[in-house]
């Protein structure tokens, strides 16, 4: 028997279309046999400054397509699924530390999550 997990979901995992080894529907159906309330996916969108294509993201004349695999296979699925992206972006390292540091600025240092917050428990 599998065990079940309430309110437990997971929102970053990545299928074949990027570094995954599954397909979106393999997925689903190991979360919801795992007992996840939802699921999210989201593969890697690479976006370089020379635009040039990048192995463990999706292909970026694709995402349409992307979109439309997630939802058709959200549409088959007995749970939640949630539709995500993980745009990764080269910049130069002193310009990320700069806007990295203006944020700072503006909303504050980051604090310490409580307990309850790292659990990952989801709040209905």
Known sequence: MTPTL???????????WSDGRKSLTEMIRA?????????????????TPDR????????LDRLEEYVTEVQAAAAQAASTVRLGIE?????PAERVI??????????????????GERSGAVQK
């Open 6 to 16: 309430q309110g437990h979901t997971s929102y970053h995992s990545h299928s074949r």
């Open 31 to 47: 979360a919801e046999a795992a007992g996840l309330d939802e699921y999210g996916v989201a593969d890697h969108f690479v976006l």
């Open 52 to 59: 040039q294509p990048i192995d463990w993201s999706m292909p």
């Open 87 to 91: 745009v990764d972006f080269s910049l």
């Open 98 to 115: 700069r806007s990295l540091d203006r944020i700072i600025e503006w909303r504050g240092k980051p604090r310490r999550p409580s307990a």
